[in-house]
């Protein structure tokens, strides 16, 4: 039997009413995402193998900085989460922090390096290694930007591109932290450009899918 136009009201007020679970902690929610971060920080040494400058480096210039970084890029997601919940907004000061951590993080681990194993990229090979660690950065934080993204949706972001700079912020430098292991040079034009700029890329990307995926759910 069809619905007559004076029970319409009255169900969608029991819609509106009904009880919905409510999101978890946004720290809570990122340790979620913990499974997929930890196999795209192994995914390129174990496909790949372990840098040929390992030993050089020691442990806390290999796995030490990575597991650095992928708590930095963990963290950022939480603070997407945090964003994406109404009334939660980050300042403007938390916003400017958390990129420059990300950014520095970056370029402070591979300084280091640097100093210790100078390495820098053949000239017949440059354009292919650095395409090969910009895309390697960008489609290993892939997974990740799509699982932040459907979390961070579900909370309707008022400012989704924010949010969605973040999460793919956070996701870029989880995803160097797993392709540094693999890659045999340090020097900073290499390093800057493709795997900083990967970094940065998976921030903008991350921004435009939150506000693609903002608009097509307000339809």
Request: hydrophobic letters at 55%.
């Amino acid at each position: 039997m069809a619905t007559s136009n004076r029970e319409l009201p009255a169900r969608l007020r029991e819609l509106a009413v009904a009880p919905v679970r409510p999101l978890a902690p946004p720290r809570w929610r990122a340790l979620r995402l913990l499974p997929i971060g930890l196999a795209v920080v192994s995914a390129a040494p174990l496909l790949f193998g372990i840098r040929p400058d390992a030993e050089r480096l020691g442990w806390l210039l290999t796995w030490g900085a990575s597991a650095a970084q992928a708590t930095i890029g963990l963290w950022l997601i939480g603070l997407a989460f945090r964003e994406s919940v109404p009334g939660r907004a980050l300042s403007p000061a938390a916003v400017l922090a958390a990129t420059a951590l990300a950014a520095g993080c970056v370029a402070l681990v591979s300084m280091l390096a640097f100093v210790a194993s100078p390495l820098g990229v053949p000239a017949q090979a440059r354009l292919t290694v650095d395409i090969a660690c910009l895309s390697g950065t960008v489609l290993g934080a892939a997974p990740l930007v799509i699982a932040a993204g459907l979390l961070v949706a579900r909370a309707f972001p008022l400012r989704p591109g924010l949010a969605g700079a973040l999460y793919g912020l956070g996701a870029g430098i989880l995803s160097d932290s797993g392709w540094r292991l693999f890659c045999h040079f340090t020097t900073a034009s290499h390093v800057l450009v493709t795997h900083l700029g990967g970094v940065l890329l998976c921030g903008v990307l991350g921004a435009l899918i939150a506000r693609t995926w903002s608009r097509a759910s307000t339809r």
